[in-house]
């Protein structure tokens, strides 16, 4: 199909939101076309976005499994691209996040933490003003919050993984089924093997059994941490890698903060 003006408003729809959950993808391509092959819309609007080095990926949400699609850059630099319109503080506030979320163990940084972080900034920030930053930086899928804890959002892990990769090279941890970096994840007690957990549960589902991917010690028993996020998940399996496309000759320019 030729690219027309409906392709155009899907892409503007999901460059608006930032990150489109995949249920509201599929209800505005089936609204706009009449059918839902999404793959076949998708790959039209990306095959128009390869001379702009700009692309749709598929992400799950490390927490909830849920697939957006998100609108990034091919060309990643090694400085971050966060967004311009941040103050010093927000962008001081949320690098401690990010900082935290990749050092600490469990892939989270509490609520708590994260307020109290106001106060040892060298940028003055209100906790009222954190507070409200940090809600829009969620309703902007940079950042996920859950239970007054807050991961790593999609956007985050599309737009700004070479960021992390150049920052933290040595605290990143890979998935063992996807390959994928992964912040948030399922560890074996036995062999300290990470997983997501949406990986995992593809895997248990395909195998019929919950075990490591890796020393096949049974995993269902012995989870206390991850038991309410699993039985909360509903994954569309077939979709869940992230589209790679490799583009390794342009630098863009981006502010340095
Ligand atoms: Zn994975
Ligand atoms: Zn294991």
Not at 1 to 15: A, F, P, T
Not at 52 to 69: A, D, F, P, R, S
Not at 162 to 167: C, M, S
């Amino acid at each position: 199909m030729v690219y027309g003006k409906e392709h155009k408003k899907v892409l503007q729809s999901i460059m608006h939101e930032g990150a489109m959950d995949e249920n509201r993808g599929k209800e505005l391509i089936s609204k706009l076309f009449g059918h839902t092959n999404t793959v076949q819309v998708l790959g039209e609007i990306n095959a128009k976005l390869v001379p702009l080095h700009m692309i749709i990926k598929h992400i799950n949400c490390e927490v909830t499994g849920q697939l957006y699609w998100v609108w990034t850059s091919t060309m990643q630099d090694k400085v971050a691209s966060f967004h311009p319109e941040f103050s010093q503080a927000e962008l001081a506030l949320l690098r401690n996040i990010f900082s935290e979320i990749v050092t600490s163990n469990n892939g989270h940084a509490s609520s708590t933490w994260c307020l109290n972080l106001c106060s040892s900034l060298n940028q003055k920030l209100t906790k009222a003003n954190a507070q409200e930053f940090l809600h829009e930086m969620v309703n902007r899928k940079w950042l996920f919050c859950k239970d007054g804890k807050y991961y790593m959002g999609v956007r985050s892990i599309v737009e700004l993984l070479q960021y992390f990769k150049d920052t933290y090279q040595e605290n990143l941890q890979t998935c063992i089924l996807c390959k994928q970096i992964l912040f948030y994840a399922k560890k074996c007690d036995q062999c300290h093997t990470m997983t997501h957990v949406y990986c995992l549960k593809n895997y248990a589902m395909t195998r019929g059994n919950s075990e490591c991917p890796n020393c096949h010690y049974s995993l269902s028993q012995h989870d206390h941490s991850s038991n309410d996020i699993n039985s909360a998940m509903d994954i569309d399996k077939s979709d869940s890698e992230i589209d790679e496309v490799t583009e390794p000759s342009h630098k863009r320019s981006k502010r340095r903060h």
